[in-house]
């Protein structure tokens, strides 16, 4: 080896050293940040030596595909998980102590005792008082489901927000990695923040990546609904400020093409708009219908009929402000948040509660017995009998109104059960995709401080490289002169 050959061994050792130990810095300056890859040096050999000529970072590509997948159906489990179990709090928790069905049992036992003595007022007093019971769970629940829905549709309309505000920021950044990549930059910085922008949109909508020439990206929805291409396609929504049983909320549009809500409890929604959108127009609307059904066997159970046979059968114990007459197995729209108790009969309104057992529309005991019990026992039949409810309500639709209510219990129960499985499969499959993500791109303490120690022994031995040529050079001068 030449002393010229020497010495650009050693500058090359030099330089190659500072710009390693630089990238090794960065390296471990990120190691707590998750949304940072890490680099390492490429090493070439030229004629003047080894010479760093790239910075690679640590991409997994299939990985990072799996890591978006779960990323996208965890959240959207999460989204539905929450919003049932809001609807379970409007029955009052694990112990339903404020179901309609709960009600409906204490009701159905005091109307049993009413009629063992019909001539006990505090019994019909008491009846009356489970009556409003039920018809106040009933409306309570109601107007519950329907404010879980106008708070669904607000989250649909934040999350559409978040979502455009990304597709900016994805635009800004994606620019950047073209054009660095383009005119050899280093752009790594940028990818970092591009991955990190995709992440936080497949919590919101699912995603699938394509990559171009000069590392341009394009973003499509789960569905193949372009979402990025050269530019941001444009998302859109228009909230619905209040809601009741007939109104219908709008759909989320991304570039013209609506987004589909999830199905199921262990939904197929990928991210929180397409579970949002399962809550309020698919679980709320059915609960609803559930609770209207409920509410119009309560008004026909109860309804009386003429002793004549001339009038027509009118509501009794149960009323609703906006008709007399029902479609037998057919629900009637937002009826559990109308549905009020006889005024007649309650003693607050200047009623009588023994009209329960005579007739409030029509006298069915026009001899005043006190031990009057055909139109009470009329009443025990028709809630144990079946009667014929809309399929719509997604239960069985011939069989009792006891078993109907308890039915959509268990509906709300089951639909719960299963999005809190799916919550945990889902949550598990998130943690192994990150996990193993991170295992391959994340910064590993121990190998970058070993990685150090090699550059450390590098610029050692440069150093007594040119340290040795150095002396050699003197002596030679010396010899010279």
């Known amino acids: 080896m030449t002393l010229t050959s020497a010495l650009h061994s050693a500058k090359s050792v030099f330089t190659n050293s500072g710009e390693t130990s630089a990238v090794i810095s960065k390296n471990i300056a990120n190691a707590g940040n998750e949304n940072y890859v890490k ?24 990985l990072q595909r799996q890591m978006f997948l779960a990323s996208s159906e965890s959240s959207g489990q999460d989204v539905l998980l929450e919003g049932l179990e809001q609807l379970q709090s409007i029955l009052g928790g694990n112990d339903y102590e404020l179901a309609p069905s709960t009600y409906l049992a204490e009701f159905y036992n005091s109307l049993e005792q009413f009629a063992a003595k019909p001539g006990e007022l505090s019994l019909a007093q008491t009846t009356v008082s489970s009556a409003v019971d039920v018809v106040n ?7 519950s489901v329907q404010q879980i829905r106008a708070q669904a549709d607000k989250d649909i309309s934040t999350a559409v927000g978040e979502l455009n505000d990304l597709l900016t920021s994805l635009d800004k950044v994606n620019r950047i990695i073209v054009q660095a990549t383009a005119t050899g930059d280093d752009p790594n910085d940028a990818l970092d923040q591009r991955d990190a922008i995709v ?30 291409e050269t530019i941001p396609r444009t998302v859109s929504f228009a909230p619905t400020m209040n809601y009741d049983a007939n109104v219908v909320g709008n759909s989320v549009y991304i570039d013209g093409i609506p987004v589909n ?64 007459t029902l479609t037998t197995g057919t629900i009637e729209p937002g009826l559990a948040a109308l549905i009020a108790v006889n005024p007649l009969v309650q003693q607050s309104a200047g009623g009588d509660p023994m009209l329960l057992r005579d007739g409030m529309v029509y006298d069915q005991n026009p001899d005043d017995l006190s031990g ?71 910064v590993s303490l121990d190998e970058e401080l070993s990685l150090l120690l090699d550059v450390e022994q590098s610029y050692k031995a440069a150093s007594k490289l040119l340290s040795t040529v150095d002396e050699m050079l003197q002596a030679l001068i010396a010899a010279a002169g």
């Open 137 to 143: 769970s009933l409306n309570n629940a109601s107007n």
């Open 199 to 228: 992440k936080d949109i497949s919590k919101l909508v699912g995603v699938t990546v394509q990559t171009r020439d000069n590392n341009d990206i394009v973003l499509y929805t789960a569905d193949g609904t372009a979402l990025y």
């Open 372 to 442: 009057f019990t055909d139109l009470l026992s009329s009443f025990l039949d028709n809630m144990t009998g079946d009667m014929v409810f809309d399929p719509a309500t997604q239960l069985d639709d011939n069989t009792s109104l006891l078993e109907f209510s308890t039915n959509s219990v268990g509906w709300l129960e089951q639909y719960r059960s299963n999005a809190s499985s799916g919550a945990e499969k889902k949550t598990a499959m998130l943690l192994r995709a990150e996990e193993a993500y991170t295992s391959e791109t994340g």
């Open 39 to 62: 680099r390492s040096t490429v090493v070439m050999t030229t004629l003047e030596g080894a010479t760093v000529v790239a910075t690679n970072r640590a991409e997994q590509d299939v």
């Open 261 to 324: 809500l999830g199905v199921g409890g262990d939904t197929t929604a990928r991210g929180s708009i397409a579970a949002s959108l399962q809550i309020r127009d698919e679980i709320a609307p059915v609960f609803q219908s559930q609770l209207d059904e409920v509410a119009r066997g309560l008004i026909t159970a109860f309804a009386e009929s003429d002793p004549a046979t001339i009038g027509p059968d009118m509501p009794g114990l149960f009323t609703w402000p906006t008709g007399t």
